[in-house]
């Protein structure tokens, strides 16, 4: 096979292999697609030199690459999300789907600010009603603020 015709594969594993990870992550497929990542990952492995490879097939390659350095990274934190559940907000964003814990669960307890969601708040987000905060002034008059910093 020549330098051409193994870009070409590369390009369709790497197609492959992403398809394949949306239907992991949607659910329908019970495990990672290894082995598609293993013959990317080889192929990538196999070119990371650019000895042999012109000006074009070096530039073709590095944008391959790095397309895969990034899902790659994206499919690590997806998998994150997956095993251990959400932990903030944000991670909802990259919609991994079976993780969500049922709404009425999470009425109970907010998993993400370690408090109870009681009344209206329970049935809308939390930034949905008006609050306040009063914080009494503690420190003696005269005292510094932060006790590292001389003046």
């Not at 073709?60 to 899902?71: G, S, T």
């Not at 003696?140 to 910093?149: A, D, E, F, Q, T």
Request: proline residues 7%.
């Amino acid at each position: 096979m020549t330098i051409d015709e193994e870009l070409n594969l590369l390009d369709q594993q790497l197609r492959r292999l992403k398809i394949e990870y949306e239907i992991f992550f949607n659910n329908p497929a019970k495990r990672p697609p290894t082995d598609v990542e293993w013959k990317v990952l080889s192929l990538i492995r196999k070119y990371s030199d650019g000895a042999r490879m012109s000006f074009s097939n070096r530039f073709r390659y590095n944008e391959m690459a790095q397309r895969y350095a990034v899902q790659a990274e994206l499919w690590r934190k997806k998998m994150r999300i997956r095993e251990e559940g959400y932990r903030r907000p944000a991670d909802a964003i990259l919609s991994v789907q079976g993780v969500r814990v049922p709404e009425e669960h999470e009425a109970k307890h907010h998993p993400v600010y370690g408090v109870a969601r009681h009344g209206a708040q329970a049935a809308g987000a939390v930034g949905d009603q008006p609050f306040s905060v009063q914080c009494p002034e503690r420190r003696p008059s005269g005292s510094r603020l932060n006790p590292y910093i001389r003046r």
